[in-house]
T-cell receptor
Framework: GQQVMQIPQYQHVQEGEDFTTYCNSS?????IQWYKQRPGGHPVFLIQ?????EVKKQKRLTFQFGEAKKNSSLHITATQTTDVGTYFC???????????FGTGTRLKVLA | NAGVTQTPKFQVLKTGQSMTLQCAQD?????MSWYRQDPGMGLRLIHY???????DQGEVPNGYNVSRSTTEDFPLRLLSAAPSQTSVYFC????????????????FGSGTRLTVV
């Protein structure tokens, strides 16, 4: 079946450093979504990418969808302690309404 | 709006017991799903529904049943609880996830922490 993998699994950064997490799907995705989950909380939707090569920005967060629509990345510039949490990518499986989440990347920011 | 409401927030079961996790949404969303979250495993899809009366299996459906008699409610039933079902369970809803039509993604409930002893 479809698999969505994320790397790295964990990342510790000093506050102010940049951070990137990568998402790779075993199949081509029609769209991909990103979510953030704070410690002890529930996932919260961040953004959706639909087009090949699409790049979207939200303040210090930059999201990119690969040209082949099988991979995506989330880059955070100058991390802050408020960025702490687990970041998930997610995409439609087969059938497409079977939405599959990646394994997640847990980010810890050291002040 | 309350969004997605899950009850209970915490539950301890003995092996072999059955129970139902409740999920209700007040956003008139068609799509609802149940996920379980285990350390290092991400969110795994248990069952999902594309509308009232329509349900289908996800990645890890064994040991769970669902029904969707109304748009608002999507309960998850554990038939005979096992220690392997100890997890955090999330219910989520969306108006068009998977189709690329919605800019809003899934709205998640606050979760149910289940321990099976």
């Amino acid at each position: 079946g479809q698999q969505v993998m994320q790397i790295p699994q964990y990342q510790h950064v000093q506050e102010g450093e940049d951070f990137t997490t990568y998402c790779n799907s075993s199949t081509t995705l029609s769209n991909i979504q990103w979510y953030k989950q704070r410690p002890g909380g529930h996932p919260v939707f961040l953004i959706q990418l639909v087009k090949s090569g699409e790049v979207k920005k939200q303040k210090r967060l930059t999201f990119q969808f690969g040209e082949a629509k099988k991979n995506s990345s989330l880059h955070i510039t100058a991390t802050q302690t408020t960025d702490v949490g687990t970041y998930f990518c997610a995409g439609p499986g087969a059938p497409r309404l079977k939405y599959i989440f990646g394994t997640g990347t847990r980010l810890k920011v050291l002040a | 709006n309350a969004g997605v409401t899950q009850t209970p927030k915490f539950q301890v079961l003995k092996t072999g017991q059955s129970m139902t996790l409740q999920c209700a949404q007040d956003m008139n969303h068609e799509y609802m799903s149940w996920y379980r979250q285990d350390p290092g495993m991400g969110l795994r899809l248990i069952h999902y529904s594309v509308g009232a009366g329509i349900t289908d299996q996800g990645e890890v459906p064994n040991g769970y049943n669902v029904s969707r008699s109304t748009t608002e409610d999507f309960p998850l039933r554990l038939l005979s609880a096992a220690p392997s079902q100890t997890s955090v369970y999330f219910c989520a809803s969306s108006n068009s996830v998977g189709t690329g039509m919605s800019a809003y993604g899934y709205t998640f409930g606050s979760g149910t922490r289940l321990t099976v002893v």
